[in-house]
């Protein structure tokens, strides 16, 4: 079983660039990403079971650590599923981890800039859609 849907957070990420693209507003391929990476996408991506193992690893921890894109995304999740169990005390984090990957949405794409760049750039070259 996949634990994370990466092709498909890439897939929603370059209609994301297209989708920016293609309204005019942005001058450079660069700006497109830029601001892509910015956008929320609909969901985290995960499987939920490697999100709760995670959870669970991460929670043992005093701090969370924040230095890649892949850290941030766990802090981000970790924070919305600690948030939703202050709401309900007593939920668990199971409970909890359902329901932010159900019906909540990510921040950003947790997608390092430079991958992000090399993304759109090959599906340009593919696709032809966004002028590189």
Not at 26 to 52: C, F, I, M, N, W
Request: charged residues 25%.
């Amino acid at each position: 079983m996949e634990k994370t849907f990466i092709k498909e957070r890439n897939m929603s990420f370059l209609k994301t660039c297209v989708q920016l693209s293609e309204s005019g507003h942005y001058g450079s391929v660069s700006q497109v990403v830029t601001e892509a990476l910015k956008r929320g996408p609909r969901e985290y991506y995960v499987d939920y079971e490697h999100a709760y193992k995670r959870l669970l690893s991460l929670r043992k921890k005093d701090t969370v650590p924040r230095e890649t894109e892949r850290d941030m995304f766990w802090a981000e999740l970790l924070e919305k599923v600690q948030a939703r169990q202050q709401q309900r005390p007593g939920l668990s984090l199971s409970a909890a981890l359902s329901y932010v990957l159900a019906y909540q949405h990510p921040g950003r794409y947790f997608i390092e800039p430079l991958r992000a760049l090399n993304l759109i750039k090959k599906y340009c070259r593919v696709n032809l859609v966004i002028s590189c």
